[in-house]
């Protein structure tokens, strides 16, 4: 009786979550179809009709690619997108990641007011933005001004057209993306842990290193994934703030699809960008998971 | 009840596409560069064509010659009258994408002959034009294209033209001691070579409120500009100057994309914009010349000096048949080098 009772009690709740859990996931996909399919419809099939071309386009093979890489041109832009876009993030991770710290330190009023004011900054146009950087940054603007004013450099710093004013650039454009993922991940973090190291006698860089650090890797991970690989794609920022000679891959599509109305050459180079996206965050998704295992 | 929605919506959707088309037959689009050109394009012809012809003009923009070719080859072309740089008409005509320009309803008796062939016809023209800041230069004014390229005579940044596209090669060849009317066929390594002995001290402006930009901070003391954005400068007070000696005409041209579904709208609009008082109007909004030779007598008396019109005797034209024939050629070139 008491065996059976037992039977019945632990049988129950193991039955009805058995029945419980598909019922709970079918209702759980359901609203998501409508998006699903609206991303499939004005996503997908797009991108997988502009890839297409990349094969198809003036006619069947790999032409495309094999135009592509006959010049060095493509290389370089290619090396030199995946160069920016990489110093872009650890910048924006640099200067970031106290941002974020000090953002969950602060008391909740001030809190508010450092969130309010970087979404502020997100909701300005993208060029208005970019054009402000050109102002402050050129050989006559506000910054070398006053650098040369104060006697600090004689000769203008050559901050734009370069290398330079595009991380400048972007990585402003890009901390809103590195910060409030990182402030999520680093909020959840038990501050008891912190008290803990530092009763023990842990220093303030210990602290860090041991216990802050490695709890926020995967929100460094993710911010910094979602940095990188919306950096790969950056048009206008590095158009207006690069030199011809930091030209990354969006404009070298641009050009390739308007100047020399080549569908199948800027789909194609879009194309190994996309992959060379897709085999990036493969390896993220596969180094989280190991994390979370 | 689910039978009479479905109807219901069934009619709403005849309802609605019955409207778009009733709208679709007494409306065409044109399409621009958007910025002050558009608006006084608009003002000068759409406005006008509409009040006249009660045909209206739906305004889109800017120009983009991905999306042209992309329209034309799918079928669904959206556009039916638009602005485009000359060495993309000629490329364009090539390669099948414009409708041939109704001559019986455009008139091209009174249109200057550069400026005009089957395909196509002049929007406005304009000249490139070595354009200084004076404060910024002192007193070491530049006085031809070769001080372009000597930076010794005028230090500081120059600033060209991003795109490749007819302008930049031939500046660089007349500095270099081309005679005008040996430029064409175009000696590209010369031209190349030349622009290299100067390449640091290049910035690039790749839309006209750049180049304003770049000018007018003083950060360019010195480029080649469009004689237009110029004159918008002195305008507005900035002190900047323009050197007409072998100033570089060329012209924008209006074309209708092939397949066009309001071919015979856009043909009228053109006959207005292109006709003595369109052109003159246009002319007096922008400081860009008239591609119609009868529009003289109509044009704002102060402004007649700043026209390239008025500065025909040094005038070179840009030959657009040569840039149709080697605009990839080029461009690969050009691009190639550029991101070197």
């Not at chain 1, 000769?155 to 993922?181: C, D, E, K, R, S």
């Not at chain 2, 099948?96 to 320009?101: A, D, H, I, Q, Y």
């Not at chain 2, 004689?227 to 074309?255: E, H, S």
Request: hydrophobic share 50%; net charge neutral.
């Amino acid at each position: 009786m008491t065996d059976a009772s037992a039977g019945l009690t632990t049988s129950r709740p193991a039955r009805l979550r058995r029945i419980a859990q598909p019922m709970r996931t079918d209702s759980g996909a359901r609203p998501a179809w409508p998006a699903i399919a609206f991303l499939f419809v004005f996503f997908v099939l797009p991108v997988g009709a502009l890839m297409l071309r990349s094969v198809t386009d003036p006619h069947w093979g790999l032409q495309n690619f094999s135009d592509l890489l006959a010049t060095g041109t493509y290389a370089r832009v290619l090396f030199n997108t995946f160069l920016v876009a990489a110093t872009v993030t650890l910048v924006s991770l640099i200067i970031g990641y106290p941002l974020a710290w000090l953002i969950v330190m602060l008391p909740q009023r001030w809190q508010q007011l450092l969130l309010a004011i970087l979404l502020m900054s997100m909701w300005t146009s993208l060029l208005a933005r970019t054009y402000a950087w050109l102002v402050l940054l050129q050989r006559t603007g506000i910054i070398n001004r006053g650098l040369m004013a104060l006697g600090v450099i004689d000769q203008p710093l050559a901050l734009v057209n370069n290398l330079t004013g595009v991380v400048i650039g972007m990585t402003y454009i890009m901390l809103p993306f590195v910060i409030l993922p990182l402030r999520a991940t680093l909020s959840s973090i038990d501050p008891s842990l912190m008290h803990a190291g530092a009763i023990c006698g842990a220093s303030s860089f210990r602290l860090f290193r041991s216990v802050l650090l490695p709890l926020s890797l995967p929100g460094i991970g993710a911010a910094g994934l979602m940095v990188f690989v919306m950096s790969l794609g950056y048009y206008i920022t590095p158009a207006l703030l690069g030199g011809t000679a930091n030209m990354m891959l969006a404009e070298l599509i641009a050009q390739t699809v308007q100047s020399f109305l080549n569908w199948g050459l800027g789909a194609a180079a879009a194309l190994i960008l996309l992959c060379a996206t897709l085999v990036l965050y493969a390896v993220h998704m596969r180094y989280l998971d190991e994390d979370a295992r | 009840m689910g039978q009479n929605i479905k109807r219901l919506i069934g009619a709403a959707i005849l309802a609605i596409g019955g409207a778009a088309m009733a709208h679709a037959d007494d409306s065409f689009t044109f399409t621009s560069w958007g910025g002050t050109t558009q608006d006084a394009q608009k003002a000068s012809w759409a406005d006008k064509f509409e009040a006249e012809t009660k045909i209206k003009v739906l305004q889109d923009g800017p120009t983009d010659y991905g999306k042209f070719k992309a329209m034309v080859d799918s079928g669904a072309v959206g556009w039916d009258v638009v602005d485009v740089e000359p060495d993309f008409a000629y490329q364009a005509a090539k390669m099948g994408l414009l409708e041939p320009l109704d001559f019986n309803v455009i008139s091209k008796k009174d249109i200057d002959p550069r400026f005009v062939f089957d395909h196509g016809i002049g929007s406005f023209y304009f000249s490139f034009v070595l354009g200084y800041n004076p404060t910024a230069v002192g007193d070491q004014a530049p006085t031809t294209w070769a001080d372009l390229f000597d930076t010794k005579k005028v230090p500081g940044k120059r600033t060209f033209y991003k795109w490749a596209s007819p302008g930049v090669l031939e500046i660089a060849l007349l500095a270099d001691g081309v005679a005008p009317d040996k430029l064409y066929p175009l000696d590209l390594d010369r031209a190349f070579k030349k622009l290299d002995s100067i390449k640091k001290d290049i910035l690039w402006w790749g839309t006209g409120a750049e180049s304003q930009q770049q000018l007018a901070s003083g950060e360019a003391p010195l480029g080649m500009f469009w004689n237009g954005r110029i004159y918008a400068l002195q305008k507005d007070g900035a002190p900047v100057d323009a050197l007409w000696d072998q100033n570089l005409a060329t012209a924008d041209f209006l074309v209708v994309p092939k397949g066009s579904k309001h071919k015979e709208a856009a043909m009228k609009f053109i006959a207005l914009a292109t006709g003595a008082q369109g052109q003159a109007d246009l002319a007096n909004a922008t400081a860009y010349a008239p591609i119609n030779l009868k529009s003289e007598p109509l044009l704002n008396k102060d402004l007649v000096p700043l026209l390239p019109s008025k500065h025909a005797e040094t005038q070179i034209t840009l030959d657009l048949n040569y840039w149709a024939e080697h605009r990839d050629e080029i461009g690969k070139r050009w691009y190639d080098w550029q991101a070197k």
